[in-house]
């Protein structure tokens, strides 16, 4: 038989949300298809109970991908999952697009279209695990049609370095200097526009190139 549990029995949030979990998957154990979104568990709480779903490999990449823009710029991160909608999830990509990033070595600069179409991906894979029938805390996912605009991408074209391993400033001071030899200084320009992996261009001979 089932028994009301007050949430003051519990220590914390977290053994709180593990009980409702439980609690839930109970009702599925006992045959019930009806949904068991009951219009009060949040994403928060919703990504707790996914991430503890990875792999441990999975989990390292994607409990900081979730913190960073999941949780720091979803204003909807507290909200309900019945009261979350597309139009919600558009307008936190279109956030994530055009916020510069905080820290790290691309501090200031605009996230790349992969970091933010994985972050899309992540709170899709989310969804799509609460929408099961083993889980049934909703019926939708409003993630699951969302894109990156065209119009909103993430490092535009007009700003954006072509070249990873050195700043614009740096690189063009090893152009002017004369230490650097013309044949080094010439892969460096190759493997700057080319494309080209960095392995191939290095091994490059004069002889190699078919002018």
């Avoid at 707790?48 to 913190?67: G, M």
């Avoid at 501090?107 to 970091?115: D, I, K, N």
Wanted: positive net charge.
């Amino acid at each position: 038989k089932r028994k009301q549990i007050l949430l003051g029995v519990c220590d914390s949030i977290s053994e709180a949300q593990a009980l409702r979990h439980a609690y839930f998957h109970c009702r599925v154990e006992e045959g019930e298809s009806v949904p068991r979104d009951t219009g009060i568990l949040t994403l928060r709480e919703l990504g707790h109970l996914y991430l503890d779903t990875l792999s441990p490999v999975a989990l390292k990449t994607n409990r900081s991908r979730w913190k960073a823009r999941v949780v720091d710029k979803a204003e909807f991160i507290d909200w309900p999952l019945s009261q979350i909608d597309e139009n919600h999830v558009r307008v936190w990509v279109d956030k994530m697009c055009s916020t510069p990033i905080a820290t790290g070595k691309s501090a200031s600069e605009l996230p790349g279209r992969s970091t933010v179409q994985n972050s899309i991906n992540l709170l899709r894979a989310a969804f799509r695990w609460a929408a099961m029938p083993r889980q049934g805390y909703v019926t939708t996912n409003p993630a699951a049609n969302v894109t990156i605009r065209s119009s909103t991408t993430a490092k535009p074209k007009g700003t954006k370095w072509l070249f990873d391993y050195l700043r614009e400033e740096e690189a063009k001071r090893l152009m002017d200097t004369s230490v650097v030899g013309l044949e080094p200084k010439t892969k460096f320009l190759v493997l700057m526009f080319s494309g080209a992996r960095p392995s191939d261009v290095w091994r490059l001979e004069w002889q190699s190139i078919d002018w």
